[in-house]
Protein backbone atom coordinates (compact mmCIF):
# COMPACT_ATOMS: atom_id res chain seq x y z
CA UNK A 1 0.00 0.00 0.00
CA UNK A 2 1.02 3.55 -0.62
CA UNK A 3 -0.07 6.66 0.13
CA UNK A 4 0.45 9.77 -2.16
CA UNK A 5 2.92 12.51 -0.04
CA UNK A 6 4.06 9.51 2.07
CA UNK A 7 7.71 8.63 1.49
CA UNK A 8 10.51 6.90 2.75
CA UNK A 9 11.66 10.47 4.65
CA UNK A 10 8.50 10.86 6.69
CA UNK A 11 8.30 6.85 7.19
CA UNK A 12 11.18 6.80 8.86
CA UNK A 13 9.98 10.09 11.36
CA UNK A 14 7.29 8.31 11.90
CA UNK A 15 8.17 5.10 12.84
CA UNK A 16 10.98 7.05 14.75
CA UNK A 17 8.77 8.89 16.70
CA UNK A 18 6.45 6.17 17.79
CA UNK A 19 9.18 3.67 18.21
CA UNK A 20 7.76 1.05 20.22
CA UNK A 21 3.87 0.60 18.67
CA UNK A 22 2.55 -1.81 21.23
CA UNK A 23 3.21 0.93 24.39
CA UNK A 24 0.33 2.30 23.02
CA UNK A 25 -3.19 0.27 24.06
CA UNK A 26 -4.99 2.20 21.38
CA UNK A 27 -4.26 3.60 18.22
CA UNK A 28 -6.33 7.08 19.20
CA UNK A 29 -3.07 8.06 21.79
CA UNK A 30 -0.51 8.06 19.03
CA UNK A 31 -2.21 11.55 18.38
CA UNK A 32 -0.99 12.88 22.35
CA UNK A 33 2.71 11.72 21.19
CA UNK A 34 2.32 13.93 17.74
CA UNK A 35 0.27 17.11 19.57
CA UNK A 36 -2.78 16.22 18.03
CA UNK A 37 -5.19 16.21 20.39
CA UNK A 38 -7.87 19.54 21.26
CA UNK A 39 -7.22 21.31 24.44
CA UNK A 40 -10.24 21.00 26.83
CA UNK A 41 -10.84 23.82 28.62
CA UNK A 42 -13.44 23.52 31.53
CA UNK A 43 -14.81 25.94 34.11
CA UNK A 44 -17.77 25.22 36.67
CA UNK A 45 -20.52 24.01 34.08
CA UNK A 46 -18.99 25.08 30.74
CA UNK A 47 -16.83 22.55 28.79
CA UNK A 48 -15.23 23.71 25.49
CA UNK A 49 -13.15 22.18 23.12
CA UNK A 50 -10.52 24.34 21.83
CA UNK A 51 -7.77 24.44 19.50
CA UNK A 52 -5.13 21.32 18.38
CA UNK A 53 -2.48 21.34 21.91
CA UNK A 54 1.00 21.57 19.72
CA UNK A 55 2.43 19.72 22.50
CA UNK A 56 4.43 16.47 20.71
CA UNK A 57 6.62 16.28 17.99
CA UNK A 58 6.59 19.35 15.41
CA UNK A 59 8.83 18.33 12.90
CA UNK A 60 6.30 15.28 12.44
CA UNK A 61 3.49 17.39 12.70
CA UNK A 62 5.20 19.72 9.75
CA UNK A 63 5.80 16.33 7.61
CA UNK A 64 2.30 14.72 8.58
CA UNK A 65 0.93 18.24 7.36
CA UNK A 66 3.28 18.09 4.12
CA UNK A 67 2.10 14.89 3.39
CA UNK A 68 -1.48 15.50 3.63
CA UNK A 69 -0.90 19.01 1.73
CA UNK A 70 0.33 16.21 -1.08
CA UNK A 71 -2.59 14.03 -0.96
CA UNK A 72 -5.07 16.78 -1.41
CA UNK A 73 -3.85 17.83 -4.75
CA UNK A 74 -2.68 14.79 -6.03
CA UNK A 75 -6.54 14.05 -5.98
Known amino acids: MTVPGVGPIISLAYV ?7 RFRHSRSVGAILG ?16 VSLRGDAMMRKLLY ?5 MMTAW
Open 16 to 22: STIDIPS
Open 36 to 51: LTPVLKQSGEVSRVGH
Open 66 to 70: EAAQS
